[in-house]
């Protein structure tokens, strides 16, 4: 199975900053020959996290494609999860599935007080990016279970809470 999202070079388009990450730690990497891609701040902050944090032993960035049903869009599509961790506690192995987002990507928006054809669009595509990272991540962790893996959200109020 093919990464597409490797072929999706950083552009910068959508207003967040996005790059290629040069690791310190080469050896850490599950697929050293694979670029590391971070698509916001928040990315590149995590990519120095896994690449300096000791507790983690190997990471890889976008490095598993997802089967989930979009009910936005009704259709099936792949989900790229932004990372893959692995770390050791106690002798055990954990794998855990990252995906970096805003906390406003996953919290379900309250309709607006003041009702206008703005609030309202504005409203509307909150619902829908919070319905499809929904849809993601029920698939991402039926995905981890069944491989013995944990799926975890990192929002801003992580990078913020510890000042990162």
Not at 32 to 61: G, H, M
Not at 86 to 114: A, D, R
Not at 124 to 141: E, G, P, Q, S
Not at 148 to 158: Q, R, V
């Amino acid at each position: 199975m093919s990464n597409y999202m490797k072929s999706v070079a950083p552009t910068g388009k959508h207003g967040f900053i996005q790059g290629y990450f040069r690791p310190t730690n080469q050896r850490k990497l599950l697929k050293p020959t694979e670029a590391i891609i971070y698509r916001s701040s928040y990315e590149l902050q995590f990519c120095r996290i896994c690449d300096t944090n000791p507790v983690i032993k190997f990471w890889q960035s976008e490095p598993i494609q997802i089967q989930y049903y979009d009910p936005v869009k009704c259709v099936n599509r792949a989900y790229y999860p932004d990372y893959i961790i692995v770390t050791e506690s106690q002798g055990k192995v954990n794998k855990t599935i990252i995906e970096v987002k805003p906390l406003t990507f996953i919290t379900k928006p309250e309709y607006p007080k003041k009702v206008t054809a703005q609030t309202l669009k504005g409203y509307n595509f909150r619902l829908r990016i919070f319905v499809t990272n929904m849809a993601k991540m029920k698939a991402a962790k039926t995905y981890a279970e069944a491989r013995g893996m944990t799926y975890s959200f990192l929002t801003d109020a992580f990078f913020n809470k510890f000042k990162i």
